[in-house]
Each structure stands twice: as structure tokens, then as C-alpha cells.
């Protein structure tokens, strides 16, 4: 069974940095370089929203929200996704869930991890 756990998020005031780390552990099946990985995120009362993720056709998507803002990178020999956040607006807080999708196109969550941005 594979665990995700994020950590990281905090309180921030606008144009602040954080930095969100996801650990992934567990048996892994496929390549964790190239598994889907990535990062969502859901304000109170909104739906979950994709905020930056590794595709399987081997680039990035992103919001158009965090775009030049926000970086996602991952260390496969940590098992590790990160997502810088920079520039933060009010609008960034939301609670941001780290995603992966394995080879057998099994995905998993974690469990979250609180983002709030003051003005």
C-alpha cells in the first residue's frame, strides 16, 4: 500500500514563500520518475483544482492561476514531489493535496496539508 504525506504548509502573508514536500511511500509500482505526480488543491466551498502535476506524456500542467509563481519538481531517490510557492496571494489558501498515479493507473491522495495566505 503506498502512503503519500505532505508537509510544509503554514501561514504566509501575501507575496510570501512556502515550500510543500510529499513523501511517497510504500510499495511503488512503475517508475517514480515517470508515475503521474502532482499537486491539486480545494478552497473552502470550491471544488478540487489542479494546480501542477508530471503528466504521462512526460511534461507539466498547470493552473493558469500559479503560472510563473509556483514550481513542481520531484527527487525519485527520495521519493519526494515538492512545489515551491512564491508571489502567494490571499487566493492561493486552500488546503493543497499531493496526488500519484501508479502504473497500474491506481491513484492515491494524501491526506492534505493547510495553505493560508493573509493580506
Known amino acids: 500500500q503506498v502512503q503519500l504525506v505532505e508537509s510544509g504548509g503554514g501561514l504566509v502573508q501575501a507575496g510570501g514563500s512556502l515550500r510543500l514536500s510529499c513523501v511517497a511511500s510504500?510499495?511503488?509500482?512503475?517508475?517514480?520518475?515517470?508515475?503521474?505526480m502532482g499537486w491539486y488543491r480545494q478552497a473552502p466551498g470550491k471544488q478540487r483544482e489542479l494546480v501542477a502535476i508530471?503528466?504521462?506524456?512526460?511534461?507539466?500542467d498547470w493552473s493558469d492561476s500559479v503560472k510563473g509563481r509556483f514550481t513542481i519538481s520531484r527527487d525519485s531517490a527520495k521519493k519526494t514531489v515538492y512545489l515551491q510557492m512564491n508571489n502567494l496571494k490571499p487566493e492561493d489558501t486552500a488546503v493543497y493535496y499531493c496526488?500519484?498515479?501508479?502504473?497500474?493507473?491506481?491513484?492515491?491522495w494524501g491526506p492534505g496539508t493547510q495553505v493560508t495566505v493573509s493580506s
Open positions: 496526488t500519484m498515479r501508479d502504473s497500474r493507473n491506481v491513484n492515491y
Open positions: 508530471f503528466t504521462s506524456r512526460g511534461n507539466t
Open positions: 510504500g510499495t511503488i509500482f512503475g517508475i517514480f520518475s515517470t508515475n503521474v
